[in-house]
């Protein structure tokens, strides 16, 4: 049984690109939330969906978009890429609304 | 919204000891509150979680301890092993916030043989 899974692993853009990360969640989990983690800082929240809506937004500005699919997976969409947007990105998924959430191990996104 | 405090930032033990790290939160509403390790370069990893209803929750080495009143929980490890070195966060998550989670900032832990 997979659990979270997330592509690519490590990405390098310049300033102004666009990015597309995705994630596929663990089996059995129709819930993906998606976290920004900068370097030693805690995960902050981005979004969250759910039946292909998105259901929840943090506090990011509208250059972050996102998609899920009808098999649950995810895509995260950044536009006109900043430095200050290098930073992990994590995908959890979950059941519906329960409370415990499972990581994947990320995405390292640098931006040049 | 919800805002999570953490402290220590940086938490250096010998091995065998104890490590207790703490965490406040503001939202009252909050009712879930797990806590992750993230090793180098690794997924944070669900160690140990707690809900509202309940005061204390143990595993094994690792305690949590929630003080609602207070707005404040904390985990406890004991006796601890040179691999419990990793980056702890506490997080916090509001009744109806959709299993969404508030991190702390995070805490250091280094263990020393």
């Known amino acids: 049984d997979a659990g979270v899974t997330q592509s690519p692993t490590h990405l390098i853009k310049t300033r102004g690109q666009q990015v597309t990360l995705r994630c596929s969640p663990k089996?059995?989990?129709?819930?993906v939330s998606w976290y920004q983690q900068a370097l030693g800082q805690g995960p902050q929240f981005i979004f969250q969906?759910?039946?292909?809506?998105?259901?929840q937004r943090g506090n990011f500005p509208d250059r972050f978009s996102g998609h899920q699919f009808p098999n649950y997976s995810s895509e995260l969409n950044v536009n006109a890429l900043l430095l200050g947007d290098s930073a992990l990105y994590l995908c959890a998924s979950s059941f519906r609304s329960a409370d415990e959430q499972f990581f994947g191990p990320g995405t390292r996104l640098t931006v040049l | 919204g919800e805002n999570v405090e953490q402290h220590p930032s940086t938490l250096s033990v010998q091995e065998g000891d104890s490590a207790v790290i703490k965490c406040t939160y503001s939202?009252?509403?909050?009712?879930?509150f797990p806590w992750y390790k993230q090793e180098l370069g690794k997924r944070p990893q669900l160690i140990i979680d707690i809900r509202s209803n309940v005061g204390e929750k143990k595993d094994q080495r690792i305690a949590v301890t929630l003080n609602k009143t207070a707005k404040h929980f904390s985990l406890h490890i004991t006796e601890t092993q040179p691999e419990d070195s990793a980056v702890y966060f506490c997080a916090a998550r509001a009744e109806g916030g959709y299993s969404t989670l508030t991190f702390g900032k995070g805490t250091m832990l280094l263990v020393s043989p």
């Open positions: 089996s059995g989990h129709d819930t």
């Open positions: 939202d009252s509403a909050s009712n879930y």
């Open positions: 969906y759910y039946e292909e809506e998105e259901r």
